[in-house]
Nanobody, 124 residues
Framework: QVQLVESGGGLVQTGGSLRLSCAAS????????MGWFRQAPGKEREFVAA????????YYADFVKGRFTISRDNAKNTVYLQMNSLKPEDTALYSC?????????????????WGQGTQVTVSS
């Protein structure tokens, strides 16, 4: 089991930026594909971005392409989500997740470990 702790959320104005971090600990935490998901009140959890074990491959939801960047530092067991040009519709609880799959999943059910999440609120 991998333990995940997110940080970096907060309140920001439209057009602003935030950088989320997800610190992993536990068994072979650096070996997992990692993903970021978000869930707004009354909505289902949705995929935001994911990254392969090495960091060489990244995947994004269409609604964040060109604005968000996922990266990882395996020496620090940390995954990041740089969010630029934020919009009010980006307001949600952002959670990171780790998968034991040999590919990079993009659905919540394919991830095995989850953090508690960090709240991002974008004011208009």
């Amino acid at each position: 089991q991998v333990q995940l702790v997110e940080s970096g959320g907060g309140l920001v104005q439209t057009g602003g930026s935030l950088r989320l971090s997800c610190a992993a600990s536990g068994r072979a935490s650096r070996a997992y594909p990692m993903g970021w998901f978000r869930q707004a009140p009354g909505k289902e959890r949705e995929f935001v971005a994911a990254i392969s074990r090495s960091g060489g491959n990244t995947y994004y939801a269409d609604f964040v392409k060109g604005r968000f960047t996922i990266s990882r530092d395996n020496a620090k067991n940390t995954v990041y989500l740089q969010m630029n040009s934020l919009k009010p519709e980006d307001t949600a609880l952002y959670s990171c997740a780790a998968s034991t799959a040999y590919y990079v999943p993009r659905t919540p059910g394919e991830y095995d470990s989850w953090g508690q999440g960090t709240q991002v609120t974008v004011s208009s």
